[in-house]
């Protein structure tokens, strides 16, 4: 009950935002489409790869396994195992540098991608 008040709290703002932003209707589907198009590309992702990470970083039980994604094959560790406490904490080291830096990236008057994106939603 608690986790749906929560995201209701975040998700409703966040899914008005673009009609706040304009007043036009195809804008706004614009905006909505880049929107979830890039949400859900992150999702996927950081469902994928974060498992992946956490076993490139561990050293517990290291042995060739299937990945899961088109039978690649790779030399990974065991990240259910309490040891690699220690390989979780560095991955989301790494994640939560990379959210900084973009963040502080987005903030930069000369970004070029969001210009890019700007540009491309006046069209």
Known sequence: ???AVVYSFVN???GA???S???DNDEI???TTVRMTLANIA???VYTCLPIFVQLATSVDRSSKDIGMFGIQMNLGDYSSA???GAWFKVHGVYMVGS????IWTKSPENIVLGYIGRFLQK
Not at 100 to 103: D, E, M, T
């Open 1 to 3: 009950m608690a986790t």
């Open 12 to 14: 409703i703002p966040y």
């Open 17 to 19: 935002l673009n009609a």
């Open 21 to 23: 932003l304009t007043p």
């Open 29 to 31: 589907a614009k905006l």
């Open 43 to 45: 999702n996927l992702l």
């Open 83 to 85: 040891q690699s406490a």
């Open 100 to 103: 900084i830096v973009l963040w």
